[in-house]
């Protein structure tokens, strides 16, 4: 048993400053005497832990330069170590699914998931799977099967990077089509000027030679007529094991609407009001980038998190491309009173919880699992995690010297 003493604590409803007391994995009482192991918690945060759904910060351990791989479990375990630094207890590691050869293949991403399995009694926090399958990736519906049915249950993101860069020369990314659109209009696949510009970090990651690059993406596009029917039967596996599902990247209310009606009733990073509305319309959760809020807004031209945030527009932040995103973002939109503090906090514990049905965390309420932050937080001053607790086992301490 271990009592939290005198912190502020980031209750549902209200700040207080008070007792949390947690054994055997749960919080077990609130605003109680001491019992037990005592951590004097006097002038810090006690916080809800962070939940990341979506983060691919791993990728820099995995390929930290390009063409340079590292083994798969030094990279999975410094990766683990970094997201209890920054206050994640729990994570999904997006790990994409792709036709591409390299880092983002079929065979690299389960290699990923089953050094995370194997390695998971020596992980500090939860890490769990976030499935961002490309869904022209027909390579990966033997692997998608195997990952639904491990033990921490993973999400499933539909992604269609391919159509995206497949656009027409004069269409704007966030004004394409849904992806299936009849009229969705398609690039000249003979010119090569601008094949070699909207593929060019494409063929790099994959380690292919540009000609051979551009011959399997001209190949994998010929499956287009087969998506639509493969995908609705990979949601609906999803659907029948209780797997939560997002649609990435949206910029039409027919998009949107086309993954609520298979289930996702999540959308991740929507690029313009209309899908944003439309899952306001229908109950979905919407989730932005941590960086996008860090950094003032959208760093391709798509809508700026923190107007979203201002707008009540905005349910869930996840890191993204950077695990340190999460906290930093807190505080910007906090500074900018953007919204209230505990409305922010939410954005990073229970709206993810809620995203991706936790029903277990997100929340300091007794019953709850004990994942908890503790946070050093001065007036004025950047926050930093001086302590994260997974399940109510210590995961990382940071002791500052002054």
Same mark, same amino acid.
């Given at each position: 048993?271990?009592?939290?003493?005198?912190?502020?604590?980031? !209750?549902?409803?209200?700040? $207080?400053?008070?007792? @949390?007391?947690? =054994?055997?994995?749960?919080?077990?009482?609130?605003?109680? /005497?001491?019992?037990?192991?005592?951590?004097?918690?006097?002038? !810090?945060?006690?916080?809800? $832990?962070?939940?990341? @759904?979506?983060? =691919?910060?791993?990728?820099?351990?995995?390929?930290?330069? /390009?063409?340079?791989?590292?083994?798969?479990?030094?990279?999975? !375990?410094?990766?683990?170590?970094?997201?209890?630094?920054?206050?994640?207890?729990?994570?999904?590691?997006?790990i994409t699914l792709s036709y591409e050869p390299g880092l983002r293949s079929v065979q690299r991403g389960r290699e990923m998931m089953q050094a995370i399995s194997d390695l998971a009694p020596r992980l500090t926090v939860e890490n769990r799977i976030q499935l961002r399958w490309e869904t022209f990736a027909f390579e990966a519906l033997e692997t998608l099967d195997w990952a639904m049915d491990a033990p921490l249950k993973p999400s499933l993101a539909f992604n269609d990077h391919l159509s995206m860069a497949m656009r027409s020369d004069g269409t704007v990314m966030q004004q394409r089509l849904f992806e299936h659109n009849p009229d969705f209009e398609v690039m000249d696949l003979n010119d090569a000027a601008l094949f070699e510009t909207r593929y060019r970090k494409h063929t790099e990651r994959s380690g292919l030679n540009y000609d051979d690059h551009k011959q399997l993406v001209h190949k994998v596009w010929d499956r287009r007529a087969e998506v639509v029917a493969t995908l609705q039967t990979v949601a609906a596996k999803a659907r029948a094991r209780g797997v939560p599902m997002l649609s990435h990247d949206d910029?039409?209310?027919?998009?949107?609407?086309?993954?609520?009606?298979?289930?996702?009733?999540?959308?991740?990073?929507?690029?313009?009001?209309?899908?944003?509305?439309?899952?306001?319309?229908?109950?979905?959760?919407?989730?932005?980038?941590?960086?996008?809020?860090?950094?003032?807004?959208?760093?391709?031209?798509?809508?700026?998190?923190?107007?979203?945030?201002?707008?009540?527009?905005?349910?869930?932040?996840?890191?993204?491309?950077?695990?340190?995103?999460?906290?930093?973002?807190?505080d910007r939109l906090d500074r900018e009173k953007r919204a209230d503090r505990q409305a922010l906090w939410a954005l990073v514990s229970s709206g993810p919880a809620r995203a991706m049905q936790l029903e277990d965390r997100g929340d300091i309420a007794v019953g709850k699992r004990a994942d908890l932050v503790l946070v050093d937080w001065p007036e004025g001053q950047t926050p930093a995690i001086q302590g994260t607790w997974v399940a109510g086992r210590c995961a990382y301490r940071a002791m500052p010297a002054g």
């Open positions: 048993m271990i009592t939290f003493e005198g912190a502020q604590v980031y !209750l549902p409803g209200e700040i $207080a400053e008070t007792n @949390v007391t947690m =054994d055997q994995g749960q919080i077990v009482d609130i605003g109680g /005497p001491a019992q037990g192991d005592v951590i004097d918690a006097r002038g !810090l945060i006690l916080a809800p $832990a962070l939940i990341d @759904v979506h983060g =691919d910060a791993f990728e820099r351990q995995v390929m930290p330069r /390009p063409g340079v791989f590292f083994p798969m479990e030094t990279a999975v !375990l410094e990766t683990d170590r970094q997201l209890a630094a920054n206050g994640i207890a729990t994570t999904y590691h997006s910029t039409q209310v027919e998009t949107r609407r086309f993954y609520h009606n298979l289930g996702a009733t999540t959308s991740e990073f929507p690029m313009t009001m209309g899908p944003v509305e439309e899952a306001r319309d229908k109950g979905d959760l919407i989730v932005f980038g941590s960086p996008n809020a860090v950094r003032g807004g959208s760093h391709i031209g798509s809508l700026g998190a923190p107007d979203m945030v201002e707008a009540g527009l905005c349910d869930v932040l996840a890191s993204d491309y950077y695990y340190p995103a999460m906290l930093a973002a807190v």
